[in-house]
């Protein structure tokens, strides 16, 4: 059963960027198989998806937040990432990194435990 874990700042200043880590604990980063995700939960809203990064590398974002997001990885560490530029108190949320067989959300089947983020002076 593979483990995904978040990692990163619980706090972030706005106008700063919100940078986070996911590491995996088994080698399917760079598998077929799979996507892997951010997926946010704001205070008292839904899920929402963020975006994603596919086995090739190319990744997919949502487009309200394509311009301040940014997914990449490495999978020589294990890892995934997200950073969010211009972060705003909008931007608090609890944070999970996923792995999914398709870009929906619903396809996910291993979450991490999720992080809290929030975006205060």
């Known amino acids: 059963q593979v483990q995904l874990q978040e990692s990163g700042p619980g706090l972030v200043k706005p106008s700063q960027t919100l940078s986070l880590t996911c590491t995996v604990s088994?080698?399917?980063?760079?598998?077929?198989?799979?996507?892997w995700f951010w997926v946010r939960q704001p205070p008292g809203k839904g899920l929402e998806w963020m975006g994603a990064?596919?086995?090739?590398?190319?990744?997919y974002t949502n487009p309200s937040l394509k311009s301040r997001t940014s997914i990449s990885r490495d999978t020589s560490k294990k890892q995934f990432t997200l950073e969010l530029t211009s972060a705003t108190p909008e931007d608090s949320a609890v944070y999970y990194c996923?792995?999914?067989?398709?870009?929906?959300?619903?396809?996910?089947?291993?979450w991490g435990q999720g992080t809290q983020v929030t975006v205060s002076s």
């Open positions: 990064i596919a086995y090739s590398g190319n990744t």
């Open positions: 088994d080698d399917t980063l760079a598998s077929a198989a799979y996507y």
């Open positions: 996923a792995r999914g067989n398709s870009l929906v959300i619903g396809s996910a089947e291993s």
